[in-house]
């Protein structure tokens, strides 16, 4: 056999090596200490304090501010993104709360059940003391994932903010429009072919609209409110209705004046037949199907711009950047002449 190694002590003369590779007093501490977090109270601590931390945030959410400031920003975001919120009535879904609120319970409660000898150490209030770094780094991490939260949406809300520029003639289009006979809201029969001479601005709404029909409504206001008087005497708005088995002329004029909309300058309006209505909306794309289970009309929240030819020559919808290429784009075509050439 090889002996061990010796060293030249200074007292006792030659003593033997110490062993090349043994484990260092402070490793094994570590490990038994990460063994004991994982086997013991400890993680069961970190997950209490986690989901402690975590409720407290939901709830924050769910009834903090959603006006004033980046907070309230954030609030009613976050309530659009986890709790399908309706920015109009503020209004969220309780069952997406629900879920929210249940899941990390949920969790909590299976590791509860399968550490359940050291979930009882923890009706000692000083196991509870003996782990307070483990409290301490639940909270952290649910901090920590919070604030990431709020970096994200304030970076979504910076982006939002930069809009690219109008693409102009690059989306224009030219597209024929049906040439179907419609009724207005003052029972006056008309086709698009014959606003020719002007700009049209068709969409598609329904008077017991609650999602995004109001909020078109609003948008034509605003449309109409930014305009001149000499930019206005150019521009038509017809909005086609998107339930033509129940809406009269009757109601569709009740509706217009009282969203303040005035005639003719605004014109709601449908055919004569149902079956009639459903094939233009059809034709333009406006893809109104009623949903089984709510009885609302699903449709594409589509704003048409009428050239003075009578083509459509842009499609956009209530996107941010929409909205703003929209006024762009009728601002366009109103500086142009009637029978100016559009795109081939």
């Not at 038994?32 to 209490?48: I, S």
């Not at 990390?104 to 000898?117: G, K, M, S, T």
């Not at 969409?203 to 449309?223: D, H, M, Q, R, W």
Request: aromatic share 10%; charged share 20%.
């Amino acid at each position: 056999m090889n002996a061990a190694p010796v060293t030249k002590s200074s007292t006792l003369g030659y003593a033997r090596a110490p062993e090349p590779f043994a484990e260092l007093p402070d490793a094994r501490t570590a490990e038994r200490d990460r063994q004991r977090f994982l086997t013991g109270p400890g993680l069961l601590v970190f997950l209490a304090a986690a989901l402690a931390a975590y409720e407290a945030f939901l709830l924050f959410t769910v009834f903090g501010p959603t006006q004033g400031g980046w907070l309230g920003d954030f609030v009613r975001d976050f309530q659009l993104w986890c709790y399908r919120g309706d920015p109009r009535t503020g209004g969220v879904s309780w069952a997406a709360v629900s879920v929210m609120f249940l899941e990390p319970i949920f969790v909590v409660v299976v590791a509860a059940v399968l550490w359940r000898q050291a979930c009882v150490e923890l009706c000692r209030p000083r196991v509870w003391w003996r782990h307070a770094r483990a409290a301490a780094a639940g909270i952290t991490v649910v901090a920590v994932a919070v604030a990431g939260l709020f970096w994200y949406a304030a970076a979504e809300r910076a982006r939002a903010g930069v809009l690219p520029p109008f693409p102009g003639d690059r989306i224009r289009v030219k597209l024929p429009v049906p040439a179907t006979e419609i009724i207005d809201q003052k029972e006056k029969p008309f086709r698009f072919a014959d606003l020719r001479g002007q700009v049209v601005l068709v969409t598609g709404v329904y008077a017991s609209c609650t999602t995004s029909c109001p909020e078109i409504f609003l948008e034509l206001k605003a449309i109409l409110g930014e305009l001149t008087p000499a930019e206005r005497t150019g521009l038509r708005v017809v909005a086609l209705t998107l339930n033509p088995e129940y809406e009269t002329a009757a109601l569709m004029d009740a509706i217009s004046e009282a969203r303040g909309f005035v005639y003719p300058e605004f014109r709601y309006a449908g055919a004569a037949r149902p079956a009639v209505q459903h094939a233009l909306l059809s034709d333009l794309q406006f893809a109104a199907v009623r949903n089984p289970v709510t009885r609302q009309i699903d449709h594409a929240n589509l704003l048409l711009l009428l050239d003075r030819n009578g083509d459509i020559a842009f499609r956009f919808n209530l996107d941010p950047r929409h909205r703003a290429w929209l006024r762009a784009a009728l601002r366009q075509l109103l500086q142009e002449p009637h029978g100016a050439p559009g795109p081939s």
